[in-house]
């Protein structure tokens, strides 16, 4: 069964976005991005939220025709473009190649596209990973926890009902300070 792994970038304190959305503190350079797309490339969908589908997509399609792009960015446009998309969204009208749209998060329709065949897939930005948190959906989280301690802004988990075991599978850290943290969902 495909696994679902949130992927993302948090502060020390836990935010993914500073004041008035500001997310420039995010620290991606060549190693890290080239690490991104190694594992991404392995991914069979990306799974995202109206506002991280409509970022990525104003971008990623064609980062690869700047020919002064450096070379993590002109790969992974290729990847964005080659993974299928599905976009959560009650308000996006239609979603561009390669994605599908789908208006709310259903549990037994996640699970049937967890049983279909191939890689795992990654869920992205904080609003849609919340919603998955909630409903128990996520396998897999892989944290990228930023040398940056922000004090305020959009926290990745808000409060919960219920307690989330988690088990340590892996770190790392990379040259730029970067520590990815990666845990699997304990499962009774």
């Known amino acids: 069964m495909r696994k679902i792994v949130l992927w993302i970038g948090v502060s020390i304190d836990g935010f993914f976005e500073g004041p008035d959305r500001d997310i420039s503190w995010h620290l991606v350079d060549e190693e890290l991005h080239t690490y991104f797309n190694d594992e991404l490339?392995?991914?069979s969908a990306f799974l995202g939220g109206r506002v991280t589908y409509e970022l990525m997509e104003d971008y990623w399609p064609t980062a690869d025709a700047d020919p002064d792009a450096p070379a993590p960015i002109r790969d992974f446009a290729g990847i964005w473009r080659d993974t299928p998309k599905?976009?959560?969204?009650?308000?996006?009208?239609?979603?561009?190649?390669?994605?599908?749209?789908?208006?709310?998060?259903?549990?037994?329709?996640?699970?049937?596209?967890?049983?279909?065949?191939?890689?795992d897939m990654t869920i992205g930005g904080p609003d849609l990973a919340e919603t998955f948190r909630r409903l128990d959906l996520i396998d897999e989280y892989r944290l990228y926890v930023q040398p940056v301690l922000l004090g305020r802004g959009k926290p990745l988990f808000r409060d919960a009902d219920?307690?989330?075991?988690?088990?340590?599978?892996?770190?790392?850290?990379?040259?730029?300070?970067?520590?990815?943290?990666?845990?699997?969902?304990?499962r009774s």
Do not use: C
């Open 162 to 186: 219920q307690r989330t075991s988690l088990n340590l599978i892996e770190t790392r850290t990379f040259g730029n300070g970067v520590v990815m943290l990666r845990y699997g969902r304990a």
């Open 41 to 43: 490339r392995k991914m």
């Open 86 to 119: 599905v976009v959560f969204s009650r308000t996006l009208e239609h979603a561009g190649p390669n994605a599908t749209l789908r208006r709310d998060v259903v549990p037994e329709e996640i699970r049937a596209l967890q049983a279909e065949p191939g890689g």
